[in-house]
């Protein structure tokens, strides 16, 4: 018996094999789940539909894996369709993942002060405003026992250099989040986020992961950095029956660094002054 046996829902997020939406889909698929999958729709010129075939390559040896539909959550239709399309194959579903960001490049990476109008509203669009975009629409064949859980980061409560814009962006999705559980509680759809520590996906190298990796290294209470396995598990504990009664919650899954408030065990390696 799987906790998931006889569970449905939606994945939204899996770039590769490395993505954390595939990190909890994994968990969720070896204990009985069923999944409708999502992935970035590939340019017409590319013949070869290198976004589609990345995420089938996956998802093509799950049984459990029902469908792989295209969808860009810019645009309403395309969340529709997907939603649709989940409607027509399970009628209901009783959990969703949200694990969407992107920001453009030039402005991630310049001062958060000098990001551009659009840069600032393709990032917040992308990665704040989509999951209540998609709550919206999958609200109607949630079940009233159910769960949506997204994707955020410490540098949404704290500044974390080089994080910049995304920053501000996780800041809204952990208040979007927060205002969701209140809307949607009393439909029995619980809202999370999972504040994930950094790890080498697509996404986290744009976002400056390879820094932060030796400083959680030094600085987390578990002198460690976490896995993907790690957040795949404790995903899917937050969209099973094991966590009901939690809802609105950001749950750091980050070997404990957000808790530090110093250095810590870095200062080891800081030559000391003489006194
Ligand atoms: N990697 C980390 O260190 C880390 C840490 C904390 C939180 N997160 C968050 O986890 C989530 C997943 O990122 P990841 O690290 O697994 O990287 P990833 O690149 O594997 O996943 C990001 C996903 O967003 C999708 N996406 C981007 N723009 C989109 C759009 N317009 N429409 C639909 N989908 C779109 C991409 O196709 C991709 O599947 C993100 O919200 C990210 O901010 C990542």
Known sequence: MGRFDGKKGLVLGVANDHSIAWAI????????????????????????????????????SQPNAKFLVPMDVSSDEQIAAVIDRAKQEFGTIDFLVHSIAYAPMEDLKGETTNCSREGFRIAMETSAYSLLAVGRYARGILTSDSAILTLTYFGGEKVVPGY??????????DAC???????????????????????????????????????????????????????????????????????????????????????????????????
Request: net charge neutral; glycine share 12%.
């Open 177 to 275: 989040v927060k205002y969701m559980a209140f809307d949607l509680g009393p439909a029995g759809i619980r809202v999370n986020a999972i504040s994930a520590g950094p790890l080498r996906t697509l996404a986290g190298r744009g976002a400056g992961v390879e820094d932060m990796l030796g400083l959680y290294e030094h600085m987390s209470p578990m002198a460690r950095n976490i896995t993907h396995e790690e957040v795949g598990k404790a995903g899917a504990w937050m969209l099973s029956k094991e966590s009901l009664g939690i809802t609105g919650e950001i749950l750091h899954v980050d070997a404990g660094y957000n808790i530090m408030g110093s250095p810590g065990r870095l200062l080891d390696l800081v030559p000391k002054q003489a006194s």
């Open 25 to 60: 889909a994994k968990e969720i698929l070896a204990e009985g789940g069923q999944i409708g999958f999502s992935h970035l729709p590939d340019r017409p010129d590319d013949e070869r539909q290198r976004n589609r075939r990345r995420v089938s390559q996956l998802t093509d």
């Open 164 to 173: 910049n814009i995304m920053g501000v962006c996780k800041a809204t999705l």
